[in-house]
């Protein structure tokens, strides 16, 4: 049986049949992967970050210190293009229709969903599809991670805290690799094949965190949340990397897709606003539907791009 050449065949494959098969046995039986040491440690969601901190590794041995420009000039447009795309979406569906938003999605819920993105599945794209340098501007896309940006947007920014040690702490394996890196070129040729190898563990570890029953829950305003997010950002990132980044748009598509973590944004949100306590139980099924959504439509809107517009 030729499974690999099968699984190449899928967009996005290497990342999205380990993912989804992840998320259907987390769905339905999810205690085969909390039996605990190694299986668990490796095949479910608390193997993520170590998976992550390994791809960021391997991925700064290869990268130069000579390209921290680039890095920073592709990272910091994104992420801009991103954060503000949402945010013009949410504005203006709060001007006409309030909090309460539109078709049963409230404001909270599209902002808090658009302005994240999932940076993992933009690392794993990008693996797939860009080079070093699109792989280290996830660096600066770390800074959309979280409430911080929908807090600002929100009006309420004052009373967010936000620690510089955790954006440091996500940079560390990735900056050790770049020293050693920089040190000794063969080192970065050496561990160059991890980056793409670890992919299919990376799908499995994130599909480890998802449950399917979430997309249902959320009915069909959790599918459109998922849908304004891809379109409503998605194009407008796609746009501007190829127009500013001088670059096939590929990138940006893969930031056209919401973070798990947006999911305790509506929490979070009343617990600083009592005004968006009635929202929070619909606003966080919604946004965990439209993780799902765009985990799914992602990459197929990135090997679109890739293919059509590289």
């Known amino acids: 049986m030729r499974i690999l050449k099968t699984i190449k065949r899928v967009p996005g494959g290497l990342m999205m049949v380990p993912l989804i098969l992840a998320a259907v046995i987390n769905t339905f039986t999810p205690d085969i992967m909390k039996i605990g040491s190694f299986t668990t440690a490796l095949f479910s969601a608390q193997g993520s ?18 390209d ?33 938003g539109i078709l ?59 620690s510089i040690i955790s954006f440091i702490s996500v940079m560390g394996p990735f900056l050790v690799g770049m020293l050693i890196g920089n040190i000794d070129e063969e080192i970065g040729a050496f561990f160059k094949p991890g980056i793409t190898m670890i992919i299919p563990l990376m799908g499995f570890c994130i599909g480890a965190s998802i449950n399917l029953q979430n997309v249902v829950k959320a009915g069909l305003g959790g599918l459109l949340l998922g849908l304004i997010v891809l379109i409503g950002t998605g194009i407008p990132l796609v746009v501007i990397d190829k127009v500013i980044n001088k ?26 606003d009592n005004r968006f306590q009635i929202y929070v139980e619909s606003a966080t099924t919604q946004i965990a539907a439209a993780v799902i959504i765009t985990i799914i439509l992602t990459p197929l809107f990135t090997m679109y791009v890739n293919k059509n517009w590289r």
């Open 247 to 272: 670059r096939p748009g590929y990138a940006g598509a893969a930031l056209s897709s919401v973070a798990g973590n947006a999911i305790a944004t509506p929490s979070a949100l009343a617990l600083l």
């Open 49 to 66: 970050a170590t998976i992550i901190g390994i791809c960021l590794f391997c991925l700064g041995t290869n990268f130069k210190i000579r």
């Open 104 to 162: 049963g999605i409230s404001t909270i819920a599209i902002v808090g969903a658009a302005t994240n993105s999932n940076n993992n599945l933009y690392l794993t794209l990008v693996s797939e599809y860009g080079d070093e340098k699109d792989l280290a501007a996830q660096n600066i896309l770390n800074f959309n991670t979280g409430a911080f940006f929908t807090l600002i947007i929100l009006g309420i920014g004052g009373k967010a805290n936000i």
């Open 68 to 100: 921290i420009k680039e890095c920073f000039k592709r990272g910091s447009v994104l992420l801009a293009a991103k954060v503000l795309s949402g945010a013009i979406i949410g504005i203006i569906l709060n001007a006409y229709f309030g909090f309460d």
